[in-house]
């Protein structure tokens, strides 16, 4: 935990540093043309999915929405389980604002500002609608830094499309005291507080996909295709009946179960409000963890049990397997393979912004006395992974006609380089060594996946001398012998 507590000081530390633009009114001016992305066919489009342009700032009040905590006084459980999720901390998660802060500090054309603009839309809707300014410094407060609250979710009546929150809402006026009509996936809901209606919309992954999908809010560059990976995957299969949802295993997962694709996905009945209130008993009830690859910034809130379930996903998103390569001889060169499959992710591995995430195979071959006679994905003395190895993220570049990498997203303009695994598919990698004469049999191989959220040479960049070890999660491994001949 202390590791990353410094993490988070020395970036937003970092971060503090910059001066910000006092007229932020032009930021958002043509984010009416960047959302939604797409729509879907209206054969095969949620009942309401309407096509037209989704709500825009100053669309609704701040003062319009209610707080979480009014929610949780009849739905205790599920808000229990919200405020620890990295929905409910969209807003306050210190790494994303250290970043955040950082680009509004740092954006200098209108194309560059309206990227970093369109990043509230979705980490704090109800600060984005209300059009508020404060967003754009350190200010925000009260319900419109509650993040993906109750209220932002259930007012959602529709949907414009996908991708860049093409959400559009009837939200009622809680500071008139009037609840409105809150939206969700069951027919026969009934409430003493607020009207109830059933929303097609809630039941699908197009809830999913108005915000986890993000395009460049200019030059339209795939950011994140995190719905775009699982529409077009195998758990898609265009059936009600066989297709798995984002919901199926972002809602289902509890304590004692992942709920992945290479895991039971089973239902959790119970009730979504007190019995004694009326409340009918449900074959499920969807669970609010929305439980992601994001560990660390939920221990560091110190939601442990979101960060162990984040734990328990990752351990089963992918396997590890030695292809074989036949016997190795002394004094030759040997030929392995190893295989990485996507067992568990309905979306690529990695997802979301998979320009920034590292995953890497660290591979191992070492002889009977214990000597490396190969390596490959070690990190240096800086943390750098090996250049050689063999690494799952995406590039994006500058646009330039040298093809400049940059970690700075809203100078993005294209995607140079995209190595990931699609959900249930896999990855080869080859290597290639030479084994020593004096090699002492047999050999032993060590292959696994590694994970962390960022490359260590960006926190190096950022943060300077004082930039911190990222931690390094390990997804998978396998292991064996190898004959030496």
Not at 41 to 67: I, L
Not at 324 to 351: C, Q, W
Not at 470 to 485: N, V, Y
Request: net charge negative.
């Amino acid at each position: 935990m202390k590791y990353i507590l410094g993490i988070i000081a020395v970036l937003l530390l970092s971060a503090s540093g910059f001066s910000y633009a006092e007229d932020y009114s032009g930021w958002t001016k043509d984010h009416n043309k960047a959302t939604p992305i797409w729509v879907l066919p209206k054969a095969t489009a949620p009942a309401n999915m309407q096509w037209t342009v989704p709500d825009m700032p100053g669309s609704h009040k701040a003062a319009s929405f209610y707080s979480p905590e009014v929610c949780e006084g009849c739905h205790a459980d599920i808000h229990e389980q919200w405020k620890g999720s990295m929905m409910a901390n969209a807003w306050v998660d210190p790494v994303f604002l250290a970043v955040y802060f950082k680009y509004v500090g740092e954006a200098k054309d209108g194309h560059q500002k309206s990227e970093v603009a369109m990043c509230s839309r979705c980490h704090t809707p109800i600060g984005y609608l209300a059009d508020d300014p404060a967003r754009y410094s350190r200010k925000l407060e009260g319900v419109e830094a509650t993040g993906i609250s109750c209220d932002v979710c259930h007012s959602v009546s529709a949907s414009a499309g996908m991708g860049n929150g093409a959400f559009i809402m009837k939200t009622g006026d809680a500071d008139k005291g009037k609840a409105g009509t809150k939206y969700g996936p069951f027919k026969d809901s009934k409430s003493p507080f607020h009207k109830t209606a059933y929303s097609e919309l809630h039941t699908r992954s197009e809830m999913c996909g108005m915000c986890h999908d993000v395009n460049h809010a200019q030059n339209i560059m795939a950011i994140e295709n995190t719905y775009s990976e699982w529409r077009t995957g195998p758990y898609n299969t265009g059936d009600p009946a066989t297709t798995v949802t984002c919901q199926d295993c972002h809602m289902r997962q509890t304590p004692d179960n992942p709920s992945t694709g290479s895991t039971l996905r089973p239902d959790v009945p119970g009730y979504a409000a007190p019995k004694e209130m009326g409340a009918r008993e449900r074959k499920h009830i969807w669970q609010h963890c929305f439980v992601g690859g994001n560990l660390a910034v939920t221990a560091l809130l110190g939601h442990n049990p979101q960060a162990k379930m984040a734990e328990e996903r990752l351990k089963h998103a992918c396997t590890v397997e030695f292809l074989g390569g036949g016997k190795a001889v002394k004094g030759d060169i040997y030929r392995m393979s190893i295989k990485v499959t996507n067992s568990g992710a309905g979306h690529s591995l990695p997802t979301g912004l998979t320009f920034v995430r590292e995953m890497w195979l660290d591979v191992t071959v070492t002889d009977a006395k214990g000597k490396t006679i190969y390596r490959s994905g070690a990190l240096d003395e800086k943390g750098n992974i090996d250049p050689s190895a063999v690494i799952y993220k995406t590039i994006i570049g500058t646009g330039s006609q040298e093809l400049k990498p940059t970690f700075f997203l809203p100078e993005a303009a294209e995607v140079l380089y995209d190595h990931r695994i699609r959900p249930k598919g896999y990855d080869v990698a080859e290597y290639v060594f030479d084994v020593p004469a004096d090699a002492a049999g047999p050999l032993s191989y060590h292959a696994e996946v590694r994970y962390r959220s960022a490359p260590q040479s960006l926190a190096n960049e950022v943060l300077g001398k004082d930039a911190p070890t990222l931690p390094i999660f390990d997804m998978g491994e396998a292991q064996g012998s190898i004959e030496l001949m």
